[in-house]
């Protein structure tokens, strides 16, 4: 059978469906679809300010890849859509595609990356050096965290626990649905000034600032507080280096009282570094975007856990389409 190269064709253009996707929901077509229910291309680009030529392409592309319906020249927002590319319902995840957009520019310097070994763009324009861009970036995982968190906190068991050290815990939200679903918790959230400012935020408009509070520092260097009975370290070492993260387990563990336990949720690869697919994929938009960024694979997570003193290791995948690991532990 000869070789075909379907397959091949599809990878090229894939970004089209990405852009479309983007584009869409910056400008607010989802939205506008739901509030009207259907519309004619003529009513939306009235109503959202855009070139009727241009929204009628951009409307019938998204017909194309699936995330508009139409029907009698009338669109509306398929069923996918509406669940989750809607602001302000439970399912939105238009926020989190914010990353996924911003990040888009980097991809197309890829073979720089490789040729050079180093990220196309520095870290710190997302963490705190660019206002704009910090704020998008906070604010997208924040929306994936309120996603992610509807299957993790479930899955966490942290009943009689008083203390919580988030580490890198960006905007907070994992620390305030845990403290949402054990009311005998108090969190600390710790990560960079830039991101605290806007956590700060966030947690105040959810009304937990009582409870969750932050501590602005470098991770890196900051002294960890001590006494905790819970350590999170969620979506923050696929960033670090092997060593690097053996010491953050290290410290973690030291700032754990006996029996205390630490969470890891992170992106893993098998002992291969090739599947799951979009782990894979991930390592290298890190490596686009971060000095050490990668993601490793469950058996490394579990001798590092071990070399810091860890002991009753449990690591399991998520269920999808989550594509997170959770790993848990316990200082003896």
């Given at each position: 059978?000869?070789?075909?190269?379907?397959?091949?064709?599809?990878?090229?253009?894939?970004?089209?469906?990405?852009?479309?996707?983007?584009?869409?929901?910056?400008?607010?077509?989802?939205?506008?679809?739901?509030?009207?229910?259907?519309?004619?291309?003529?009513?939306?680009?009235?109503?959202?300010?855009?070139?009727?030529?241009?929204?009628?392409?951009?409307?019938?592309?998204?017909?194309?890849?699936?995330?508009?319906?139409?029907?009698?020249?009338?669109?509306?927002?398929?069923?996918?859509?509406?669940?989750?590319?809607?602001?302000?319902?439970?399912?939105?995840?238009?926020?989190?595609?914010?990353?996924?957009?911003?990040?888009?520019?980097?991809?197309?310097?890829?073979?720089k990356m490789?040729?050079?070994?180093?990220?196309?763009?520095?870290?710190?324009?997302?963490?705190?050096?660019?206002?704009?861009?910090?704020?998008?970036?906070?604010?997208?995982?924040?929306?994936?965290?309120?996603?992610?968190?509807?299957?993790?906190?479930?899955?966490?068991?942290?009943?009689?626990?008083?203390?919580?050290?988030?580490?890198?815990?960006?905007?907070?939200?994992?620390?305030?649905?845990?403290?949402?679903?054990?009311?005998?918790?108090?969190?600390?959230?710790?990560?960079?000034?830039?991101?605290?400012?806007?956590?700060?935020?966030l947690i105040?408009?959810?009304?937990?600032?009582?409870?969750?509070?932050?501590?602005?520092?470098?991770?890196?260097?900051?002294?960890?507080?001590?006494?905790?009975?819970?350590?999170?370290?969620?979506?923050?070492?696929?960033?670090?280096?092997?060593g690097t993260?053996?010491?953050?387990?290290?410290?973690?563990?030291?700032?754990?009282?006996?029996?205390?336990?630490?969470?890891?949720?992170?992106?893993?690869?098998?002992?291969?570094?090739?599947?799951?697919?979009?782990?894979?994929?991930?390592?290298?938009?890190?490596?686009?975007?971060?000095?050490?960024?990668?993601?490793?694979?469950?058996?490394?997570?579990?001798?590092?856990?071990?070399?810091?003193?860890?002991?009753?290791?449990?690591?399991?995948?998520?269920?999808?389409?989550?594509?997170?690991?959770?790993?848990?532990?316990?200082?003896?």
């Amino acid at each position: 059978m000869p070789a075909n190269p379907s397959r091949i064709i599809d990878m090229a253009s894939a970004f089209y469906d990405s852009c479309v996707l983007f584009t869409a929901s910056d400008l607010g077509v989802f939205g506008k679809l739901a509030e009207l229910e259907s519309a004619s291309a003529d009513t939306l680009a009235a109503e959202l300010g855009l070139d009727l030529r241009g929204a009628r392409l951009l409307l019938d592309a998204c017909v194309a890849v699936g995330i508009a319906v139409k029907e009698d020249g009338m669109y509306r927002n398929s069923p996918e859509s509406d669940v989750f590319l809607v602001p302000g319902r439970p399912g939105d995840f238009s926020k989190a595609l914010r990353y996924n957009r911003d990040v888009y520019p980097a991809w197309g310097k890829l073979a720089k990356m490789v040729q050079t070994g180093k990220p196309v763009e520095k870290p710190e324009i997302h963490l705190g050096e660019d206002e704009d861009r910090t704020r998008s970036f906070v604010l997208s995982m924040h929306g994936r965290a309120m996603w992610i968190g509807s299957v993790l906190v479930p899955l966490m068991n942290l009943e009689g626990r008083g203390t919580l050290l988030d580490i890198g815990g960006g905007p907070g939200t994992f620390s305030v649905q845990l403290a949402q679903a054990y009311p005998g918790l108090s969190c600390t959230v710790l990560d960079l000034p830039g991101v605290v400012k806007i956590a700060e935020e966030l947690i105040e408009q959810q009304g937990m600032s009582a409870r969750v509070r932050t501590l602005a520092g470098d991770y890196h260097q900051v002294e960890f507080p001590d006494g905790n009975d819970v350590v999170t370290i969620f979506g923050v070492l696929h960033q670090e280096s092997p060593g690097t993260i053996q010491g953050v387990l290290s410290r973690a563990y030291e700032a754990l009282v006996p029996g205390g336990t630490i969470y890891i949720m992170d992106m893993m690869t098998d002992e291969s570094h090739t599947a799951p697919k979009f782990s894979a994929l991930f390592a290298v938009n890190m490596a686009l975007t971060t000095e050490t960024g990668w993601v490793f694979s469950d058996e490394e997570l579990q001798n590092w856990l071990t070399k810091a003193g860890f002991v009753d290791m449990v690591i399991n995948p998520l269920p999808p389409p989550m594509p997170h690991w959770l790993a848990s532990a316990r200082k003896a």
